[in-house]
C-alpha cells in the first residue's frame, strides 16, 4: 500500500527537482517529487530505483505516495503548486548524510563504484558526474554508517548518453574503465542485467497509469515510452556495449 503524506514540512533546496519534504503517515520523512518534476522523472525515478535494488546497490528506501488532494489544493496556489495530488514519488531520508565529494571518494567499497558505473552505462545516466570543474555527483555519504547511498534517476534513459561521455564525467570513471577492459566483469555485469531484467514487466506494471501523462486529464503521453525503456536496457546485448570508440 502507498504510504500517505500526512504534512508537507518545506521544499528541498538542493537538486534541480526541488523535492518537497514531507511526513509520512508512518511517522517517516520522505523527499517527493511530483508535477513540478515531470511525470516522465517518476517513471525513470520508478524504473531505475527498482533495477538498481535488483543490482543490490544501496539505494535508500523508495515507494509510491500518495497526497490527498485537500491538502494539495490548500496551498496549490502557492507553495503546493508543484507537487500535485494522488500517486506520487517518495524517496525516504537519509539520516546524518551529505554529498559526496573527493574528501570521502577513497572510502567507497571498490565493488560498489565498479556497480554504480556499470549501472549508470546501464540506464543511460549521465547525471551522477564529479571532476576537478565539479559536477552533480548524486551520492549521499553517511560519515557515522561508513557507507553511501545512491539517489537521483530522474534524468536516466538519456539517448544522448554515451560510453565516451560517461569515461569523461562519471564520479566513477576509473571503474568503468576497468570494466571496459576485462571481459570477465563484463560478462558478470551482462549476467546480472539479464537477471534484474526478468522483472521488467513487473516493474512497468506497477507505474501508477496517471505517471504516463502530462496532464491530469491523461490526454497527452509523456515524452518516454515503455518500448524505449525496454530497448535501452537490452542495449548490454550486443557486443559493442562496452567498446569504447
Known sequence: MPIEIDEVLRRSEQGATE??????????????????????????????????????????????????????????????????????????????????????????????????????????????????????????????????????HNLAFDEEVTLHSQLQSHIFRSSLCEICDQRDLQDRYNARFEEALMDLPQILGDIPERWHYVDDACTVDINLSLDRIESTL???????????T
Not at 535508500?60 to 488532494?69: D, E, H, K, L, S
Not at 542495449?235 to 562496452?242: G, I, N
Open 19 to 152: 523535492p518537497y519534504i514531507c511526513r509520512g503517515s508512518d511517522g517517516k520523512l520522505y523527499f517527493v517529487k511530483g508535477k513540478g518534476a515531470g511525470y516522465d522523472s517518476l517513471v525513470k525515478e520508478w524504473v531505475a530505483g527498482q533495477l538498481a535494488l535488483r543490482l543490490g546497490l544501496p539505494v535508500p528506501r523508495f515507494c509510491i505516495v500518495t497526497v490527498p488532494q485537500e491538502l494539495y489544493e490548500a496551498g496549490r496556489g502557492g507553495a503546493l503548486r508543484d507537487l500535485g495530488f494522488g500517486f506520487l514519488f517518495g524517496s525516504e531520508n537519509v539520516e546524518s548524510a551529505n554529498e559526496m565529494s573527493f574528501v570521502n571518494i577513497h572510502q567507497a567499497p571498490a565493488a560498489v563504484k565498479h556497480d554504480i558505473a556499470a549501472f549508470d552505462w546501464w540506464i543511460q545516466n549521465g547525471d551522477r558526474t564529479l571532476t576537478d570543474a565539479g559536477g552533480n555527483p548524486n551520492l549521499l555519504w553517511s560519515e557515522t554508517a561508513h557507507r553511501l547511498a545512491v539517489i537521483d
Open 234 to 244: 537490452k542495449r548490454h546485448r550486443v557486443p559493442a556495449f562496452w567498446e569504447r
